[in-house]
Protein backbone atom coordinates (compact mmCIF):
# COMPACT_ATOMS: atom_id res chain seq x y z
CA UNK A 1 0.00 0.00 0.00
CA UNK A 2 3.03 2.23 0.69
CA UNK A 3 4.21 2.14 -2.88
CA UNK A 4 0.34 2.18 -4.37
CA UNK A 5 0.32 5.47 -1.87
CA UNK A 6 3.59 6.89 -3.79
CA UNK A 7 2.21 6.07 -7.21
CA UNK A 8 -0.98 7.96 -7.19
CA UNK A 9 0.76 10.44 -5.34
CA UNK A 10 3.43 11.37 -8.29
CA UNK A 11 0.38 10.90 -10.69
CA UNK A 12 -1.13 13.96 -8.81
CA UNK A 13 1.60 15.89 -8.48
CA UNK A 14 2.51 16.10 -12.48
CA UNK A 15 -1.33 16.61 -13.23
CA UNK A 16 -0.85 19.54 -10.59
CA UNK A 17 2.76 20.33 -12.00
CA UNK A 18 0.83 20.67 -15.37
CA UNK A 19 -1.92 23.15 -14.30
CA UNK A 20 0.69 25.00 -11.88
CA UNK A 21 3.79 24.97 -14.05
CA UNK A 22 5.41 23.95 -10.40
CA UNK A 23 6.88 20.35 -8.95
CA UNK A 24 6.52 19.40 -5.32
CA UNK A 25 7.74 16.64 -2.83
CA UNK A 26 5.71 13.49 -2.57
CA UNK A 27 5.66 12.13 0.78
CA UNK A 28 4.61 8.56 1.72
CA UNK A 29 5.07 5.74 3.52
CA UNK A 30 3.96 2.24 4.42
CA UNK A 31 2.42 3.54 7.52
CA UNK A 32 0.37 5.85 5.92
CA UNK A 33 -0.73 3.68 3.04
CA UNK A 34 -2.39 1.12 5.91
CA UNK A 35 -3.72 3.98 7.93
CA UNK A 36 -5.93 4.81 4.53
CA UNK A 37 -6.99 1.37 4.70
CA UNK A 38 -7.89 1.50 8.22
CA UNK A 39 -10.26 5.00 7.29
CA UNK A 40 -13.42 3.42 8.26
CA UNK A 41 -12.57 2.11 11.68
CA UNK A 42 -10.07 5.19 12.21
CA UNK A 43 -13.11 8.13 11.51
CA UNK A 44 -15.77 5.57 13.83
CA UNK A 45 -13.65 5.85 16.58
CA UNK A 46 -12.86 9.46 16.18
CA UNK A 47 -16.63 10.81 15.65
CA UNK A 48 -18.23 8.66 17.96
CA UNK A 49 -15.16 7.53 20.41
CA UNK A 50 -16.24 4.24 20.15
CA UNK A 51 -13.51 1.45 18.89
CA UNK A 52 -14.53 -0.82 16.37
CA UNK A 53 -14.17 -4.72 17.94
CA UNK A 54 -13.97 -7.97 16.26
CA UNK A 55 -17.51 -9.50 16.30
CA UNK A 56 -17.12 -13.17 16.12
CA UNK A 57 -18.94 -14.60 13.20
CA UNK A 58 -21.72 -16.76 15.35
CA UNK A 59 -22.76 -13.17 17.05
CA UNK A 60 -23.30 -10.37 13.82
CA UNK A 61 -25.90 -8.22 14.13
CA UNK A 62 -26.84 -8.69 10.48
CA UNK A 63 -26.54 -12.90 9.63
CA UNK A 64 -27.13 -12.10 6.11
CA UNK A 65 -23.89 -10.51 6.08
CA UNK A 66 -21.61 -13.50 6.85
CA UNK A 67 -19.73 -16.94 6.03
CA UNK A 68 -21.52 -20.05 6.03
CA UNK A 69 -19.35 -23.36 5.69
CA UNK A 70 -20.25 -25.99 3.68
CA UNK A 71 -20.80 -30.00 3.48
CA UNK A 72 -16.98 -30.16 1.29
CA UNK A 73 -15.52 -27.54 4.33
CA UNK A 74 -15.48 -24.98 1.84
CA UNK A 75 -16.96 -21.66 2.72
CA UNK A 76 -19.25 -19.22 1.57
CA UNK A 77 -19.84 -15.07 1.91
CA UNK A 78 -23.14 -14.24 2.17
CA UNK A 79 -23.03 -10.64 1.30
CA UNK A 80 -27.02 -9.34 1.08
CA UNK A 81 -27.79 -5.74 1.50
CA UNK A 82 -29.87 -4.46 2.01
CA UNK A 83 -31.05 -8.18 3.64
CA UNK A 84 -34.75 -7.57 3.51
CA UNK A 85 -35.07 -7.41 0.12
CA UNK A 86 -33.02 -10.90 -0.02
CA UNK A 87 -34.52 -12.40 2.67
CA UNK A 88 -37.65 -13.80 1.06
CA UNK A 89 -35.33 -14.97 -1.86
CA UNK A 90 -32.61 -16.51 1.09
CA UNK A 91 -35.60 -18.46 2.51
CA UNK A 92 -36.58 -20.01 -1.00
CA UNK A 93 -32.81 -20.89 -1.89
CA UNK A 94 -32.43 -22.75 1.43
CA UNK A 95 -35.61 -24.28 1.51
CA UNK A 96 -36.13 -21.93 4.62
CA UNK A 97 -39.71 -21.06 3.31
CA UNK A 98 -41.29 -21.15 6.66
CA UNK A 99 -38.78 -18.55 8.37
CA UNK A 100 -39.60 -16.25 5.66
CA UNK A 101 -42.78 -14.43 7.65
CA UNK A 102 -41.74 -15.42 10.96
CA UNK A 103 -41.28 -12.59 13.35
CA UNK A 104 -37.92 -13.42 15.01
CA UNK A 105 -36.91 -13.16 11.57
CA UNK A 106 -38.95 -10.95 9.11
CA UNK A 107 -37.37 -7.96 9.19
CA UNK A 108 -33.65 -6.58 9.75
CA UNK A 109 -34.00 -5.19 13.22
CA UNK A 110 -36.26 -8.69 14.34
CA UNK A 111 -32.83 -10.72 12.82
CA UNK A 112 -30.25 -8.77 14.53
CA UNK A 113 -32.07 -9.46 17.79
CA UNK A 114 -32.71 -12.99 17.25
CA UNK A 115 -28.78 -12.89 14.69
CA UNK A 116 -27.46 -16.21 16.95
CA UNK A 117 -30.08 -18.44 16.82
CA UNK A 118 -30.78 -17.41 12.92
CA UNK A 119 -27.03 -18.26 12.13
CA UNK A 120 -27.23 -21.42 13.68
CA UNK A 121 -29.96 -22.22 11.78
CA UNK A 122 -28.31 -21.51 8.65
CA UNK A 123 -25.10 -22.90 9.56
CA UNK A 124 -27.09 -26.35 9.88
CA UNK A 125 -28.49 -25.90 6.87
CA UNK A 126 -25.39 -24.69 4.72
CA UNK A 127 -24.07 -27.91 6.25
CA UNK A 128 -26.23 -30.18 4.06
CA UNK A 129 -24.82 -29.63 0.57
CA UNK A 130 -21.34 -28.91 -1.23
CA UNK A 131 -20.10 -25.13 -1.91
CA UNK A 132 -20.61 -26.08 -5.74
CA UNK A 133 -24.29 -27.17 -5.09
CA UNK A 134 -24.61 -23.86 -3.14
CA UNK A 135 -23.09 -21.76 -5.84
CA UNK A 136 -25.36 -23.17 -8.09
CA UNK A 137 -28.68 -22.52 -5.99
CA UNK A 138 -27.63 -18.90 -4.70
CA UNK A 139 -26.91 -18.28 -8.90
CA UNK A 140 -30.48 -19.40 -10.02
CA UNK A 141 -32.16 -17.11 -7.02
CA UNK A 142 -29.93 -13.78 -8.05
CA UNK A 143 -28.47 -13.67 -4.14
CA UNK A 144 -25.35 -11.76 -3.85
CA UNK A 145 -22.66 -14.15 -2.65
CA UNK A 146 -18.92 -15.34 -3.06
CA UNK A 147 -17.15 -19.31 -2.12
CA UNK A 148 -13.63 -17.90 -0.56
CA UNK A 149 -11.32 -19.13 -2.38
CA UNK A 150 -7.91 -20.67 -1.54
CA UNK A 151 -4.92 -18.97 -3.28
CA UNK A 152 -4.44 -22.09 -6.02
CA UNK A 153 -8.38 -21.93 -6.77
CA UNK A 154 -7.65 -17.77 -7.72
CA UNK A 155 -4.46 -18.49 -9.58
CA UNK A 156 -7.07 -20.13 -12.55
CA UNK A 157 -10.26 -18.27 -11.85
CA UNK A 158 -11.64 -16.82 -14.82
CA UNK A 159 -12.40 -13.36 -13.82
CA UNK A 160 -8.99 -13.19 -12.85
CA UNK A 161 -7.29 -14.04 -15.74
CA UNK A 162 -9.81 -12.56 -18.25
CA UNK A 163 -8.55 -9.09 -16.32
CA UNK A 164 -5.47 -10.17 -16.41
CA UNK A 165 -4.91 -9.75 -12.77
CA UNK A 166 -3.11 -13.09 -13.46
CA UNK A 167 -1.10 -13.20 -16.13
CA UNK A 168 1.97 -15.05 -17.80
CA UNK A 169 4.83 -14.30 -20.04
CA UNK A 170 8.16 -15.79 -21.05
CA UNK A 171 11.22 -15.58 -18.46
CA UNK A 172 14.59 -16.12 -19.64
CA UNK A 173 15.48 -18.84 -17.67
CA UNK A 174 11.77 -19.91 -16.21
CA UNK A 175 10.11 -20.25 -19.29
CA UNK A 176 6.50 -19.25 -19.48
CA UNK A 177 5.69 -18.39 -15.63
CA UNK A 178 2.45 -16.83 -14.16
CA UNK A 179 2.68 -14.12 -11.86
CA UNK A 180 0.62 -11.08 -10.53
CA UNK A 181 -0.87 -8.92 -13.36
CA UNK A 182 -1.77 -5.03 -13.13
CA UNK A 183 -4.88 -4.17 -10.99
CA UNK A 184 -5.90 -1.47 -13.44
CA UNK A 185 -6.63 -1.65 -16.88
CA UNK A 186 -6.47 0.84 -20.06
CA UNK A 187 -7.85 0.56 -23.02
CA UNK A 188 -5.16 2.76 -24.86
CA UNK A 189 -2.38 1.92 -23.48
CA UNK A 190 -2.58 -1.70 -21.80
CA UNK A 191 -0.01 -3.29 -19.06
CA UNK A 192 2.04 -5.94 -20.51
CA UNK A 193 5.27 -7.47 -18.48
CA UNK A 194 7.68 -6.53 -21.27
CA UNK A 195 11.07 -8.24 -19.37
CA UNK A 196 12.25 -10.14 -16.34
CA UNK A 197 13.60 -8.41 -12.70
CA UNK A 198 17.38 -8.22 -13.41
CA UNK A 199 19.94 -10.40 -11.52
CA UNK A 200 22.29 -9.08 -9.18
CA UNK A 201 24.72 -6.93 -10.75
CA UNK A 202 23.25 -7.81 -14.46
CA UNK A 203 23.20 -4.70 -16.00
CA UNK A 204 26.43 -3.07 -14.33
CA UNK A 205 28.84 -3.56 -17.32
CA UNK A 206 26.31 -1.91 -19.34
CA UNK A 207 25.67 0.84 -17.17
CA UNK A 208 29.11 1.99 -16.46
CA UNK A 209 30.26 1.53 -20.47
CA UNK A 210 27.80 4.19 -21.14
CA UNK A 211 29.56 6.24 -18.75
CA UNK A 212 32.91 5.63 -20.13
CA UNK A 213 31.59 6.45 -24.18
CA UNK A 214 29.87 10.01 -22.33
CA UNK A 215 32.86 12.56 -22.91
CA UNK A 216 33.52 15.01 -20.14
CA UNK A 217 32.16 12.50 -17.36
CA UNK A 218 34.46 11.56 -14.96
CA UNK A 219 33.95 7.52 -13.72
CA UNK A 220 35.10 7.06 -10.11
CA UNK A 221 35.72 3.35 -9.53
Known sequence: ???????????AALIARDKSGRGQKVDASILGGISYLMAYPLTFYTLWE????FVDRKNQLNPLFNQYKCADGRWIAIVLLPPDKYWPSLCRATGLH???QDPRFNSMNARGSNAAELIAVLDDRMATKSSEEWVAIFREHGLIFGRINTVPEFADDPQAVV???????EHPVWGKVRVAGFPVGYSETPCSIRREAPEFGQHTEEILSKFWATPGRILAV
Request: cysteine-free.
Open 1 to 11: MGAFSAAYGVL
Open 50 to 53: RPTA
Open 98 to 100: HLE
Open 163 to 169: NDYVTSY
